[in-house]
Structures are given as structure tokens and as C-alpha cells.
């Protein structure tokens, strides 16, 4: 499977941007898609999933405002951002996994990332 991220860019505290991910192959509904993000300096993090019967789980310090979808007729994967915050800035990475997990050490492949950028 390929992941190709689109989406980002730079957006004022407050605004709102959708992150998409789109798979190469038909086998995309049978894989856990995942949302990680990865700031300056930092380690990856864990941001959102949805997993292969539709639930969906998203981090502590994003609940809320951010939300994941996917529709497997498209073989894509969203990630609705919303209340943006300075914070927020980072590489946003979507990959996909065979099992469930948080750890982005469990998924592979990953997409090439997109950037955002929250300004105060």
C-alpha cells in the first residue's frame, strides 16, 4: 500500500484545516489507518485512528477538535482539524497498520507527511 497525505498548510489559532490520505490498493478497508504527527525537535505522536469495524480514537490533547473518517469506497482517510492551536504545528503523518495500536513503531507504511502551521 502507497499513502499520499494533502492538506496542510498554514492557518491562523482558531482556523481549521482537512488532512486526507489516499491509499493505492483496494485492500485499504482491511487496514487500521492512523494519523500521527511529529512537531520540531519532537518525537512522532500519536493523533488519530480509525480501525477496521469504524471505531474511531483520537489523542487526549486533540479530542474534541480533531476528528478522523474514512471512506473505503475511496480508499481515503480525512482528518478534520478544527480550534487550531500554535501547538497543533507539525508534520502530519498518515500510515496504516494490520493491527490495532497507538504506536507508530506498529504501523507501516507511511505517507511522506504534510505540513502544518498554526500561528498565534
Known amino acids: 500500500v502507497q499513502l499520499q497525505a494533502c492538506g496542510g498548510g498554514l492557518v491562523q489559532t482558531g482556523g481549521s484545516l482537512r488532512l486526507s490520505c489516499a491509499a493505492s490498493?483496494?485492500?485499504?478497508?482491511?487496514?487500521?489507518m492512523g494519523w500521527f504527527r511529529q512537531a520540531p525537535g519532537e518525537e512522532r505522536e500519536f493523533v488519530a485512528a480509525?480501525?477496521?469495524?469504524?471505531?474511531?480514537k483520537t489523542a487526549d490533547a486533540v479530542k474534541g477538535r480533531f476528528a478522523i473518517s474514512r471512506v473505503n469506497a475511496h480508499d481515503t482517510v480525512y482528518l478534520q482539524m478544527s480550534s487550531l492551536k500554535p501547538e497543533d504545528t507539525g508534520i502530519y503523518y498518515c500510515?496504516?497498520?494490520?493491527?490495532?495500536?497507538?504506536?507508530?513503531?506498529?504501523?507501516?507504511?507511511w505517507g511522506q507527511g504534510t505540513l502544518v502551521t498554526v500561528s498565534s
Open positions: 490498493e483496494r485492500t485499504f478497508g482491511s487496514f487500521v
Open positions: 480509525f480501525t477496521r469495524n469504524g471505531v474511531m
Open positions: 500510515a496504516s497498520s494490520k493491527m490495532w495500536s497507538t504506536q507508530s513503531t506498529r504501523y507501516d507504511p
